[in-house]
């Protein structure tokens, strides 16, 4: 019973923050403690005692204490002191960490391709194939490109070598993107790559 209970007992983590934090200059000390100040703002604006942060880590209160002020000073995090029912209670607030957060995303969204070449690439992949591509095969280049970030040279390099193979599977294509990557030109695939995740390489089967 403990288990299943366990199993669900998330909280929810900042998508941009998880993957990026590095970038807002943080280790992952401050993370944690982001993400434990994230998790109580749902609650209360109340600064937690330095042990209440503490708990449940290997940080000390004085590095906790460290950690907070310099997200403060890297204007992640505000903090103000009110004086509430005759006593002085520490508030904190992380809109300037949101912020930041979203001028990330902006500069490191993918740029749209312009429609002239998305336009030029469908024409492209109708002319080599020599007929008009159907509605399944117009979702998924669209996709390649929308979801995906594939440039519209990205694709056209990868149709190019199904097609020198003689072929014009567009699964096919799409494993040719999948090893070559977003920025890469489209290399001769004879076999899928094998990642080899604790040697942080790619090796293949023999």
């Known amino acids: ?95 300037p960490l949101y912020g930041k957060l979203s001028r990330l995303m902006e500069s490191t969204a993918p740029e749209k391709a312009d429609p002239s070449e998305i336009r030029s690439l469908f024409e492209y992949v109708e002319g080599l194939y020599g007929r008009v591509i159907s509605p399944n095969e117009f979702e998924r280049i669209n996709s390649w490109l929308e979801d995906s970030g594939y440039s519209p040279q990205t694709i056209r390099d990868a149709v190019d ?5 003689q072929i014009t599977s567009l699964q096919y294509v799409e494993r040719i993107l999948n090893q070559t990557g977003r920025d890469e030109p489209a290399d001769k695939v004879d076999r899928m790559p094998v990642r080899s995740w604790l040697e942080g390489e790619d090796v293949f089967d023999q």
Do not use: W
């Open 161 to 165: 070598l199904a097609y020198q193979n």
């Open 1 to 95: 019973m403990f288990e299943e209970y366990i199993r669900y007992m998330n909280i929810p983590v900042n998508k941009v923050l998880l993957d990026c934090y590095s970038e807002l200059d943080l280790d992952e000390s401050s993370f944690v403690v982001l993400v434990k100040l994230m998790d109580i703002h749902q609650r209360s604006s109340q600064l937690p005692e330095f042990s209440h942060l503490s708990k449940g880590t290997t940080m000390s209160e004085s590095q906790i204490a460290g950690l907070i002020q310099g997200l403060i000073q890297k204007e992640l995090l505000e903090v103000e002191t009110i004086r509430e029912e005759g006593k002085y209670i520490e508030r904190f607030n992380l809109e």
